[in-house]
Nanobody
Framework: QVQLVESGGGLVQPGGSLRLSCAAS????????MGWYRQAPGNERERVAT???????NYADVGKGRFTISRDDAKNTVYLEMSNLKPEDTAVYYC??????????????WGQGTQVTVSS
C-alpha cells in the first residue's frame, strides 16, 4: 500500500536552516494535496503549509515568511525548507498527502514524522 516517509530532521541551532523531505511510495494514481503539519509535546497538531497539484501554496501563520513548501511530482515528494529557525519551531513534523491509490478512493495519508529540534 501507500507509505509516506519523512527525512531531514535533526538538531539545528537558532537561526539555522533545514530542509525536510517526504516521499510517497506504493501504487499511486494521483496526489491532490501535499502538506506539512507539526506537533510539539502537549500541543495539538497544527498545519504549517499545503500545496495543491497545480502548485498553489497556502501557509498557516506559523509557516509564513520563514518556510517554503514545494513538490516534485515525478518523485512523489514534498519538501519543506525552513530558515531562521527558532526554539519554538521544535516539534515533530509530519507530512500528509491526499491521494488516490490502489483502491482509487481519495484518501489522506500521514508519514511517521521527523523530529526537528532547535537549540543552542
Amino acid at each position: 500500500q501507500v507509505q509516506l516517509v519523512e527525512s531531514g530532521g535533526g538538531l539545528v541551532q537558532p537561526g539555522g536552516s533545514l530542509r525536510l523531505s517526504c516521499a510517497a511510495s506504493g501504487s499511486i494514481f494521483s496526489i491532490n494535496v501535499m502538506g506539512w503539519y507539526r506537533q510539539a509535546p502537549g500541543n495539538e497538531r497544527e498545519r504549517v503549509a499545503t500545496i495543491t497539484s497545480d502548485r498553489n501554496t497556502n501557509y498557516a501563520d506559523v509557516g509564513k515568511g520563514r518556510f517554503t513548501i514545494s513538490r516534485d511530482d515525478a518523485k512523489n515528494t514534498v519538501y519543506l525548507e525552513m530558515s531562521n529557525l527558532k526554539p519554538e519551531d521544535t516539534a515533530v513534523y509530519y507530512c500528509t498527502m491526499t491521494l488516490r491509490g490502489q483502491s482509487y478512493a481519495l484518501t489522506r495519508y500521514w508519514g511517521q514524522g521527523t523530529q526537528v529540534t532547535v537549540s543552542s
